[in-house]
């Protein structure tokens, strides 16, 4: 049987994997563009992972726990077991440029962006919610971000003209 607390806790491992991927990876660039943007979401998963946290044992819902289970997608049940997050399926020694480990860094972010928008559903306490929404705007900022970084390095192809 899963409960709300068990969501929490995928948050809480989510956002924690999150903040040591992008110290981790801060401290392999040379770029100083690139490790002020990891720093800065490194920050944010922490705060984030906080905030979570802080949530736990607080929430209620009215969906039982047989209605839980049944609408947890697979995907949702594999984190709460052995696996933690897409990021488990990567082999980061495979990746051989800054744009490919940004791009799996948006990846990471829109899986926390669909695993949020679901948690949203069981949470009945408008405080909360409205702390859920705005911590999804800020992951969807994240992506934006990696986005543009992105942008910044990798090569633009020539336009030919005739």
């Known amino acids: 049987m899963f409960t709300l607390n068990d969501l929490i806790d995928i948050a809480v491992k989510m956002e924690k994997n999150g903040e040591a991927l992008y110290l981790a990876s801060r401290q392999k ?4 563009q690139l490790k002020s943007l990891l720093q800065w979401m490194a920050n944010e998963e922490a705060e984030h992972g906080t905030w979570f ?3 736990k044992g607080t929430w209620t819902s009215d969906t039982s726990e047989t209605d839980l289970e049944t609408m947890l997608p697979d995907v949702i049940k594999e984190m709460m077991g052995d696996k933690t997050l897409s990021l488990d ?11 490919s480990l940004l791009e799996t860094f948006v990846t990471f972010e829109r899986d926390t962006i669909l695993f949020y928008e679901f948690l949203q ?3 009945q306490d408008a405080a909360a919610l ?7 705007e800020q992951e969807k900022k994240h992506v934006a971000e990696l986005k543009d970084m992105i942008q910044s390095i990798t090569p633009h192809p020539t336009e030919k003209t005739t």
């Open 121 to 123: 559903a069981f949470i």
């Open 89 to 99: 399926e990567v082999d980061f020694s495979q990746i051989r440029s800054t744009a």
């Open 29 to 32: 660039t040379q770029s100083p």
């Open 130 to 136: 409205e702390g859920l929404k705005k911590i999804i």
């Open 53 to 55: 946290a802080d949530k």
